[in-house]
């Protein structure tokens, strides 16, 4: 949602300031929230301005700035699942991290994770053919 134009801002507050009015009728007057209008209010007293700040943003994640560690750790472990990835960075960086944060980290670097090793994964071939 856009942010209430800087004019719209300035009347609000000059509609309280001027007249005898409460908070309340103000709002329905320019058709907005009275909580928005007290955050007016309270921002013209504290800031001296009523400009909006700014919006948005991306999150950033716990494992950014890690690129290199990780690739060198799926390099090193290519078969290691994502549970045996978090246990190993959690014991080289004493950072422990859930294993949605680590499959996350990867996807993000496009490094591919196996679900289950690879001998547990051929040992169920056998026993299903039996």
Partial sequence: MKAYSIDLREKIVLAYSQG?????KVANRFGVAK????????????????????QGGAQKGELDGYET???????????????????YWGTSYAHWVSTSTMCRALQKQKLTVKKRRY????GKQKESKI
């Fill in 119 to 122: 001998a547990a994964a051929k």
């Fill in 20 to 24: 005898d009015t409460s908070i309340r």
């Fill in 69 to 87: 560690q990780l690739a060198a750790m799926v390099e090193q472990y290519p078969d290691a699942t994502l549970l045996e990835y978090c246990e």
């Fill in 35 to 54: 909580s928005f209008v007290q955050k007016l209010l309270s921002m013209n007293k504290t800031q001296g301005h009523v400009q909006p700040k700014q």
